[in-house]
C-alpha cells in the first residue's frame, strides 16, 4: 500500500526554467509533507517542509505547495541550476510518530545546460 | 559538527548469512531510524530506536532486528540473509521530540549485496 506516490520517475527541465515535482497521497492523517534531495552515493539531505495546516511554503529558490483536498503536493525550483540535478523525494509523517516517514519512489531530475 | 555515520559502506554476503550494520548518530541526538531503499519502492521505514528503545516499527519481517546502545548508537541485524535483501541501508538520526516535525539527517548508507 503505497500511502506517498511520485508518479514521474524523471524529469529534465532546461537551466534557468521552473522545475516541478509532484507527489500525492492517501492518508489524510499526514501532518508533516517533506521534500528531500539525494546524490548518489549520499544520504538524503532535507530540503523544505510544510505542515498540513499551511498551503505554501517558500525557502529561497524553493517552494512547496500543498493541496489538502486534492491530496496533491508539489515542489517547485526557480530558477533550476544544474547542481539541483538529483533524485527528489517526497516523504509525509502522521501525528505521534515524529520521526517516522513515509516516503515515494521518488524523481530524478535533470537540469540541462 | 560530525555527521551521521554508518560503517561498514559497502558488504557482500551470501543468502543464509546474517549481517549487522552500524549507525552513529550526530551528537546530542536520541533518535535513530532505518530505512532501506530499493529500486522501483524508495525509502521504506525499518524501525525507529529512541533512548534504546524500539519506539516505531515498520512492516518488516522478524529477521529485521535492532538495538541502541547508551550513547545513542544503533546497529541493525539482518539474519538468514535473501537475495531480495540486497539494497541500500540508511540511518537517520534527529532529536527524537514528538510535537511537530524533527528534521532528520541521513548518514551516506550502507550498501548491502547479498549473492
Known amino acids: 500500500d503505497q500511502q506517498v506516490k511520485q508518479n514521474s520517475p524523471s524529469l529534465s527541465v532546461q537551466e534557468g526554467r521552473i522545475s516541478i515535482l509532484n507527489c500525492d497521497y492517501t492518508n489524510s492523517m499526514f501532518d508533516y509533507f517533506l521534500w528531500y534531495k539525494k546524490y548518489p552515493a549520499e544520504g538524503p539531505t532535507f530540503l523544505i517542509s510544510?505542515?498540513?495546516?499551511?498551503d505554501k511554503n517558500e525557502d529561497g529558490r524553493f517552494t512547496v505547495f500543498l493541496n489538502k483536498s486534492a491530496k496533491h503536493l508539489s515542489l517547485h525550483i526557480v530558477p533550476s541550476q544544474p547542481g539541483d540535478s538529483a533524485v527528489y523525494f517526497c516523504?509525509?509523517?502522521?501525528?505521534?510518530?515524529?520521526?517516522?516517514?513515509?516516503f515515494g519512489t521518488g524523481t530524478r531530475l535533470q537540469v540541462t545546460l | 559538527k560530525a555527521g551521521v555515520t554508518q560503517t561498514p559502506r559497502y558488504l557482500i554476503k551470501t543468502r543464509g548469512q546474517q549481517v549487522t550494520l552500524s549507525c552513529s548518530p550526530i551528537s546530542g541526538h536520541r533518535s535513530v531510524s532505518w530505512y532501506q531503499q530499493t529500486p522501483g519502492q524508495g525509502l521504506q521505514f525499518l524501525f525507529e530506536?529512541?533512548?534504546?528503545?524500539?519506539?516505531n516499527k515498520g512492516n518488516f519481517p522478524g529477521r529485521f532486528s535492532g538495538r541502541q546502545f547508551s550513547n545513542s548508537r544503533s546497529e541493525m541485524n539482518v539474519s538468514t540473509l535473501e537475495l531480495g535483501d540486497s539494497a541500500l541501508y540508511l540511518c537517520?538520526?534527529?532529536?527524537?521530540?514528538?510535537?511537530?516535525?524533527?528534521?532528520?539527517?541521513f548518514g551516506p548508507g550502507t550498501r548491502l549485496t547479498v549473492l
Open positions: 510544510i505542515s498540513s495546516i499551511k
Open positions: 537517520a538520526s534527529s532529536r527524537g521530540g514528538l510535537a511537530g516535525y524533527n528534521e532528520q539527517f
Open positions: 516523504a509525509a509523517k502522521a501525528p505521534g510518530t515524529a520521526s517516522k516517514l513515509t
Open positions: 530506536y529512541f533512548s534504546e528503545t524500539q519506539r
